[in-house]
């Protein structure tokens, strides 16, 4: 098993640019997880969805970012326009509904300059 | 406020003996409480979990307790070695089974 894949590891960009994030879920599994980590504010959860929906973007810092699941084995999160604070490490996990054991990707490093 | 607090930022333990960390929260109610171990550049991986109606839980040389009185889990580390050096996250449900808040994170460097 390949386990959760995240594109790109590292993105940098400038203030202003739109920037996608890319997760590929563990195959079979059905709820799908995307957290933001940084030092001052630790791993933050931003949205979950169960089977494509999403169920809790209360995480979501603002109407800048958005997160899409078109199919259980691809889901994207958009920042448009990105600022330097929003550069951290994002990650993408992945389980089964009702187990509480999650499968995180290796995660995508931004840096907005 | 809710809060969950890992008392310690970093921990230094002599190999071979145990390590224990404590995960503490406040206005939680949790039905469970998990621990990862997060390596330098990586993500996360899931350690153990344990329910709010199990004192203990043992995996090999780990150990976690949790106290709902004292709303405290403890995280132990038997016969320590140089390869379990790494930062553990505690995390609790929040209210939603798959809603996880997470700590943030203990230090551990275990020193030959």
Known sequence: DAGVIQSPRHEVTEMG??????????????SLFWYRQTMMRGLELLIYFNNNVPIDDSGMP???????????????????????????VYFCASSLINYNEQFFGPGTRLTVL | SQKIEQNSEALNIQEGKTATLTCNYTNYSPAYLQWYRQDPGRGPVFLLLIRENEKEKRKERLKVTFDT????????????????SATYLCALDSGGAQKLVFGQGTRLTINP
């Open chain 2, 69 to 84: 009185t004292l709303k405290q889990s403890l995280f132990h580390i038997t016969a320590s070695q140089p390869a379990d």
């Open chain 1, 62 to 88: 603002e109407d800048r970012f958005s997160a899409k699941m078109p199919n259980a084995s691809f889901s994207t999160l958009k920042i448009q326009p990105s600022e330097p604070r929003d550069s951290a």
């Open chain 1, 17 to 30: 640019q739109e920037v996608t994030l890319r997760c590929k879920p563990i195959s079979g599994h059905n």
